[in-house]
């Protein structure tokens, strides 16, 4: 049995993977509704295995040029931006039915909130100048 690592690299190294992660990187706000631990591995999940079967949709109605080595099919799919809107629009759907389900309500953030930095920027403030 390969070890998990092993695994979970290349699927978020695969066109899609790349694409689900362009989408929330480019959006803060739909990366906060699924910053919790359980919400990240339950959204990449759904998002992948979603997104996977629209582009299969995409390639079956949609004919690609054919493979000539320098882009994937993925990548000619979603140089069309019609195709490229229905893929963001599937990976906030995901993100928002995550962030909705009753189920992750009690988890926390992996990183602290922004009212917790501020407390850790008053606090560093107080006592290194104190020291320094």
């Known amino acids: ?21 362009r989408v929330v990187r480019d959006d803060p706000k739909l990366a906060a ?3 919790t631990p359980h919400r990240i591995l339950a959204f990449r999940t759904f998002a992948y295995i979603r997104t996977g079967i629209l582009l299969g949709q ?15 099919w993925v990548d000619a799919l979603l140089r069309e931006p019609a195709h490229r809107a229905a893929i963001e629009r599937e990976v906030r759907t995901v993100a928002e039915e995550i962030a909705n389900d009753p189920r992750y309500a009690d988890d926390e953030p992996i990183a602290p909130d922004e009212g917790a930095r501020d407390r850790f920027r008053a606090f560093a403030r107080e006592h290194l ?3 320094g």
């Open 58 to 72: 995409l390639l079956f109605d949609h004919d690609v040029p054919d493979w000539d080595g320098s882009e994937s």
């Open 129 to 131: 100048g104190r020291s």
């Open 1 to 21: 049995m390969p070890e998990l690592d092993e695994l979970w690299i290349p699927l978020v190294d695969e066109p899609i993977g790349g694409f689900v992660d």
């Open 33 to 35: 509704l699924v910053e």
